[in-house]
């Protein structure tokens, strides 16, 4: 698994080799950290489990179903989940580790001063029991990649609540963080302002509008006596200042504004919270109450279409703040709620069997793992991972792309695209063998980012389009993709001086496709088949197959189309074995050419109606 000191190395060299493509590395930075940060949650969720007795996990792991994930709080009160004061020395070192993991370098020094001013308060003489151990940690679910799971820290004035959608979608929201005292004066903590630069920024805001834009952000003259959007509460709106109705100066104090809130979260869900941000841009709204100085008791809130953050500060005169910050449901909602909802209505939720969990492991690890790119022949080239392929088509006017892998490949592929010494947004067309995740996790961002047609057959573009595998094997889901332009059997792709023909392969998805093409290389021609699969997946059920009825009479359809075709070069999509032993020669352009073998063509066909007659037997049907 890539871990934050390797991903960081990795991400220094992808820099390193695409210098001219900035938005390539910001985006490959970004995607590679998304994963990364789950995966780096997950193993940090495991190691203190792990850490922990039978009893104290019974308290610490609750089912990710279970009512309390949604229950939270900032008040002092009776808490589900182990606290830190039931913790040894080790498991706690590993349960502030797991911490560091949700929240960012500011954010986990907020997240800890706040916690300290607990024994502010109780050297104050605070009638109420204040602990700076009294902070409780719990897991919901099993932390796993494929696995929906959450997590929890909560105490007085701190509660992080984090949800992984599949494992890997992250959702930190809400985030509530306040201060007590706001100010701190005095020996312990003396001159502290955990929440400080937050309230000031709002404050320098409201002082530079003017009186229209005074009269459209302040909606009460009297500020609440909390936030409006605690636990239980709705996101409703309220009326404010619209940022399209802000000068630069003000924009730029809105959004730092909105920076220092995200500027809570781990760098890489930030960094995804500003590119949100940006591309609302004028949507956000500004909303103020209660008095223009900090000791008068104040609120503001600052609103767009994916997030609310309020700031509160009324009590104590005016010397205890209150901030939390939601996800609305276009960014997947508080507790990834809506996220949720949408990945069960695509994809009814079951647990994966070991085997299969395993397997996912291996896809998202070791067969993910980056590779150099190289040349196979003429123009086709390999930009693809250890054992799962992409390949880049050269032509006159731009570039083919077949398949993007999983989410973990995202930087690679356009890393190795970058390293051949091509232009991300010269890749006009991106093309699909099959419609599972580990071959099309990639193609909504790399439409987004190459602005790329998107073509697919006619059968696959309901799994496509609905980010659903709808395929006999009913694997993971992805983001959802739009086809530009159906496919059907024998249809061509033209793009300059090349020319494929699509070829329906269906049954190991309904609409698995293989390709094929002429190639060029010196004074030499080369047929080359790009075969999307010739089998089903193993141990998918062939008779009587509800998601895929027709599943047997497809792979016979598919194998005797392969038998119509003559490669002399025919590539797979999980090609580390076909490569094995040949790559030293590939990359020196050595002749003959260790690739061209017709003959192992044809045995691959043969072993791949060998394997359906084999399982038919095994399910007692006809062969």
């Not at 909802?341 to 695509?346: F, N, V, W």
Request: proline share 5%; glycine share 10%; charged share 25%.
């Amino acid at each position: 698994m890539l871990g934050r000191g390797l991903r960081f190395w990795f991400l220094g060299a992808l820099g390193a080799v695409a210098v001219a493509a900035p938005a390539v590395r910001e985006e490959a930075a970004r995607v590679t950290g998304e994963v990364a940060l789950a995966t780096d949650m997950a193993e940090a969720a495991g190691r203190f489990l792990s850490a922990l007795t039978p009893e104290q996990r019974r308290r610490a792991n609750l089912a990710f179903a279970a009512d309390e994930r949604k229950r939270w709080h900032y008040v002092p009160q009776a808490r589900k989940g182990i606290p830190f004061a039931d913790l040894g020395p080790a498991q706690r070192h590993l349960a502030y580790g797991f911490l560091a993991t949700a929240l960012s370098r500011q954010g986990l020094l907020k997240a800890s001063t706040i916690m300290a001013l607990e024994e502010v308060l109780r050297r104050r003489g605070s009638t109420l029991v204040r602990d700076p151990e009294a902070y409780h940690l719990t897991i919901f679910g099993e932390p796993a990649l494929g696995e929906s799971w959450g997590w929890r820290l909560e105490g007085h004035h701190v509660s992080i609540n984090v949800t992984l959608v599949d494992g890997v979608r992250l959702v930190t929201a809400p985030l509530f963080l306040g201060a007590n005292p706001a100010r701190v004066d005095g020996e312990f903590l003396g001159h502290a302002r955990v929440l400080g630069r937050e309230e000031d920024l709002g404050f320098r805001l409201l002082a530079s509008l003017d009186d229209e834009q005074r009269r459209q952000a302040i909606y009460k003259s009297t500020a609440p006596d909390d936030i409006l959007t605690g636990p239980g509460a709705g996101l409703d709106a309220l009326p404010g200042l619209p940022a399209a109705r802000m000068n630069a100066e003000q924009r730029r104090l809105l959004d730092a504004i909105v920076d220092e809130a995200a500027g809570n979260l781990p760098p890489e869900q930030a960094a995804l919270e500003r590119e949100r941000m940006a591309r609302v841009g004028g949507e956000l709204q500004f909303t103020w109450a209660g008095g223009g100085a900090p000791t008068e008791p104040h609120y503001y809130r600052v609103a767009g279409p994916t997030f609310l953050y309020e700031l509160d500060n009324t009590q104590d005169g005016a010397n205890h703040v209150h901030t939390v910050w939601h996800t609305r449901e276009t960014a997947g909602g508080d507790f990834g709620d809506d996220l949720l909802r949408r990945h069960l209505q695509a994809q009814p939720h079951r647990a994966l069997s070991k085997a299969e969990q395993d397997m996912l492991t291996v896809l998202r690890t070791d067969w993910s793992k980056a590779v150099e790119p190289f040349r196979i022949v003429g123009n086709v080239y390999y930009v693809g991972a250890k054992n799962i392929a992409s390949y880049l088509i050269a032509t006159s006017d731009g570039l083919i792309l077949i398949d993007t892998g999983t989410r973990e490949m995202e930087p690679v592929v356009r890393g190795n695209i970058v390293k051949l010494g091509f232009r991300l947004e010269d890749v006009k067309i991106l093309l699909t063998s099959h419609a599972h995740f580990d071959h099309v996790e990639g193609h909504a961002a790399m439409k987004r980012l190459t602005g790329a047609t998107v073509m697919a057959m006619a059968a696959e573009v309901p799994a496509l389009t609905s980010g659903t595998d709808l395929s006999a094997l009913a694997a993971l889901g992805w983001e959802p993709v739009a086809v530009d332009r159906i496919l059907h059997d024998g249809d061509t792709i033209v793009l300059g001086n090349v020319t494929l023909r699509a070829i329906w392969t269906p049954g190991h998805t309904q609409g698995c496709t293989s390709y094929t093409t002429t190639v060029r290389d010196g004074r030499r021609s080369y047929q080359v088949a790009f075969v999307g699969s010739a089998a089903a997946n193993a141990g998918v059920k062939l008779i009587g197959n509800a998601r895929h009825p027709t599943i047997v009479e497809d792979l016979a359809r598919t194998h005797k189309a392969l038998r119509q075709l003559q490669p002399d070069i025919w590539l797979s999509f999980h090609p580390e074995e076909q490569f094995a032993g040949k790559l030293e020669r590939l990359r020196a352009g050595r002749e003959p050419h260790p690739l061209v073998d017709p003959a192992g063509f044809q045995k691959m066909v043969t072993e791949a109606e060998a394997a359906t007659r084999s399982a038919l037997d095994a399910e007692g049907g006809k062969r």
